[in-house]
């Protein structure tokens, strides 16, 4: 079983930074896509950031030049290093990966089980 765990959220004040961690594991033969999406109660999730394992990362409007995305490839991990943090980032920030599994010919999408990151005086 492939399986995408979070970790890093927490309570951070309004300009702190954290830095979320996302390991995939299980039977893994390749992965290509890896990225973070966040939700808020009441609210799409959206799309915060994501990396092909080859390419340009991408970024929503809202965190270009505060979050940056970043991949070891070796330890089928994806990082958030979220910076200048506001209020309004306030979310379940939730890993997401496309995986080839072990004895698998295709890709398949993965979530993991979120963080909460919260952003408050």
């Known amino acids: 079983q492939v399986q995408l765990v979070e970790s890093g959220g927490g309570l951070v004040q309004p300009g702190g930074s954290l830095r979320l961690s996302c390991a995939a594991s299980?039977?893994?033969?390749?992965?290509?896509?890896m990225g973070w999406y966040r939700q808020s109660p009441g609210k799409q999730r959206e799309l915060v950031a994501f990396?092909?394992?080859?390419?340009?990362?991408n970024y929503a409007e809202s965190v270009k030049g505060r979050f940056t995305i970043s991949r070891d490839n070796a330890k089928n991990t994806v990082y958030l290093q979220m910076n200048s943090l506001k209020p309004e980032d306030t979310a379940v920030y939730y890993c997401?990966?496309?995986?080839?599994?072990?004895?698998?010919?295709?890709?398949?999408?993965?979530w993991g089980q979120g963080t909460q990151v919260t952003v408050s005086s």
């Open positions: 990396m092909p394992r080859t390419g340009n990362t």
């Open positions: 997401n990966a496309d995986i080839i599994q072990t004895s698998a010919r295709y890709y398949a999408n993965y």
């Open positions: 299980g039977s893994i033969f390749s992965i290509n896509a």
